[in-house]
């Protein structure tokens, strides 16, 4: 299993060390079926494209772009390996039966299998638990008030007054405020005692004592917060952030904020639609669907493969 460049990589490393491979994904818009698109290739701040009305044709033409993109190279280190070319790249990394390790009520596979062929396999969501302990400051800050909003962008970067932006939306619905610093560097406008900017952190533990969650849409999470039936606002960059953001709005759970760098006035609209009692309820009777078993039917298989 790998992501990014690595995948294309991978099985071929697998054939050369005789081991048996998996293609793997956390999201079932990236794999291929005439019941959705691929997701859209826009980097962070882009609008994804218009809904298709070809999925067939847009899976082809995906197919094409990693064959011209990747073909000649993959094939060139597999004949130097002493392996058989690869045909088309994407079959080659997805095989005939990819796993989907996501949630099947949050991200559930749109419809039969492929005619093509090609089937999926349904672990749901690979969730490791966390028992590590908040920090002493952390415990402290949640004690002294009301549940606060938690921000954070995970690996995202983000626009240089992001963090400005989230501590007023916070203040202007009379919220305190817990922002993720993440490798976007956010951090609160000011050093005010409504406000608390944190490193790494237990989310399994901290979702389930915050008001709302604001992220930008990762598959991992998104499931957390489901999970802790905390209220979303998802304020999508690229890929599958754009499926999970859509997710999150159709089952009620939250706001789909629009794929543009928030303003202080958009994020406070959508938080406050967001902290809206019906959608808190929605999110907590959500929350009781989440599956936490992923990682266990994804294990038994493994071990059945290698029997």
Request: glycine share 6%.
């Given at each position: 299993m790998a992501g990014g460049g690595l995948q294309i990589a991978a099985r071929s490393v697998a054939e050369l060390r005789g081991v048996p491979y998996v293609h793997v994904?956390?999201?079932?818009?990236?794999?291929?079926?005439?019941?959705?698109?691929?997701?859209?290739?826009?980097?962070?701040?882009?609008?994804?494209?218009?809904?298709?009305t070809d999925n067939r044709a847009l899976w082809d033409e995906d197919a094409r772009r990693l064959n011209a993109t990747f073909g000649a190279a993959l094939n060139s280190h597999r004949a130097a390996?002493?392996?058989d070319p690869v045909a088309d790249v994407r079959s080659h990394i997805v095989t005939g039966l990819p796993w989907l390790a996501a949630d099947p009520t949050l991200g559930p596979w749109p419809g039969p299998?492929?005619?093509?062929?090609?089937?999926?396999?349904?672990?749901?969501?690979?969730?490791?638990?966390?028992?590590?302990?908040?920090a002493p400051e952390l415990e402290a800050f949640l004690a002294a008030g009301e549940p606060p909003v938690f921000f954070g962008f995970g690996s995202m970067r983000a626009t240089p007054d992001l963090g400005r932006v989230m501590t007023r939306a916070a203040r202007a619905l009379g919220r305190r405020a817990v922002v993720s610093r993440g490798w976007a560097g956010l951090s609160p406008v000011d050093d005010a005692p409504d406000c608390l900017a944190l490193g790494e952190v237990?989310?399994?533990a901290l979702f389930r004592r915050v008001a709302a969650v604001v992220h930008h849409g990762g598959a991992g999470t998104t499931t957390t917060a489901a999970l802790a039936g905390a209220p979303q606002v998802v304020v999508p960059q690229m890929y599958d952030q754009h499926y999970w953001a859509g997710r999150v709005h159709g089952l009620g759970i939250g706001t789909a904020h629009p794929p543009v760098p928030p303003?202080?006035?958009?994020?406070?609209?959508?938080?406050?639609r967001t902290l809206h009692p019906d959608t808190t309820a929605r999110a907590r009777s959500v929350a009781a669907a989440v599956r936490t078993d992923g990682t266990l039917v994804a294990a038994r298989r493994l071990l059945a493969m290698a029997e």
């Open positions: 994904s956390y999201c079932p818009t990236v794999l291929p079926s005439p019941h959705h698109a691929p997701p859209p290739l826009s980097l962070p701040g882009q609008k994804p494209a218009p809904e298709p390996a002493g392996l299998d492929d005619p093509d062929g090609r089937t999926v396999f349904r672990t749901g969501a690979w969730l490791v638990p966390d028992d590590r302990p908040l237990n989310q399994q303003t202080t006035d958009s994020l406070t609209d959508a938080l406050r």
